[in-house]
């Protein structure tokens, strides 16, 4: 049985931290954790190294999903 996806786009946004983990990008992205890995790697999501740990600033996620159409608040 697969397991539904409890963590969206929309929860990241309601959040205060200031990252979120490849596991928490991939769920609310409805990906595998290795999709965000790759994409670390290749520059398209932007990552920090704090030591061992790769965090992916929230705001910086967001943002490359964000919604310019008039009337959105962001």
């Known amino acids: 049985m697969m397991r ?6 929309e929860d990241l946004r309601k959040r205060r931290s200031l990252v979120i983990t490849r596991k928490e990008a991939a769920e609310a992205l409805g990906v595998d ?6 994409s670390i790697n290749e520059g398209t ?7 061992r740990r790769v965090v992916i600033p929230r705001e910086k996620f967001l ?12």
């Not at 954790?33 to 790759?38: E, L």
């Not at 999501?45 to 030591?51: A, N, T």
């Open 4 to 9: 539904q996806s409890t963590l969206d786009l």
């Open 45 to 51: 999501i932007p990552s920090v190294r704090l030591g």
């Open 63 to 74: 943002a490359l999903f964000a919604d310019d159409t008039p009337g959105r608040e962001s």
């Open 33 to 38: 954790p290795r999709t965000i890995t790759t």
